[in-house]
């Protein structure tokens, strides 16, 4: 099984950008189609951006959608997540996923990263 790092989190003002990156080992993500996620206090885990297996098509939540960018590279093996136009509603810990066992990027996915925080003041 893939195990996943995130990095790039940090804390910034409204109007800031950040670019998360998670990187892998054990295994190869050119197999996976990848997820980001994110989790605020006291909410469930939601689903924010995901990219296919060649990182040709990526499907954008419409919270982030015009904000966020997800990309990858599959030769050193990482995703990331340009965050621009941050707002304070988009803070959460984030979170790298491969694929569910269906193929889909869902929360119904075995795989996470340990996670990273963002923080966004006003």
């Known amino acids: 099984q893939v195990q996943l790092v995130e990095s790039g989190g940090g804390s910034v003002q409204a109007g800031g950008s950040l670019r998360l990156s998670c990187a892998a080992s054990?295994?190869?993500?050119?197999?996976?189609?990848m997820g980001w996620f994110r989790q605020a206090p006291g909410k469930e885990r939601e689903f924010v951006a995901a990219?296919?297996?060649?990182?040709?098509?990526?499907n954008i939540a419409n919270s982030a959608k015009g904000r966020f960018t997800i990309s990858r590279d599959n030769a050193k093996n990482s995703v990331y997540l340009q965050m621009n136009s941050l707002k304070p509603e988009d803070t959460a810990v984030y979170y790298c996923?491969?694929?569910?066992?269906?193929?889909?990027?869902?929360?119904?996915?075995?795989?996470w990263g340990q996670g990273t925080q963002v923080t966004v003041s006003s």
């Open positions: 996923a491969t694929e569910d066992r269906r193929g889909v990027v869902t929360t119904d996915t075995e795989n």
């Open positions: 054990g295994g190869i993500i050119s197999v996976y189609a």
């Open positions: 990219i296919s297996r060649s990182g040709g098509v990526t």
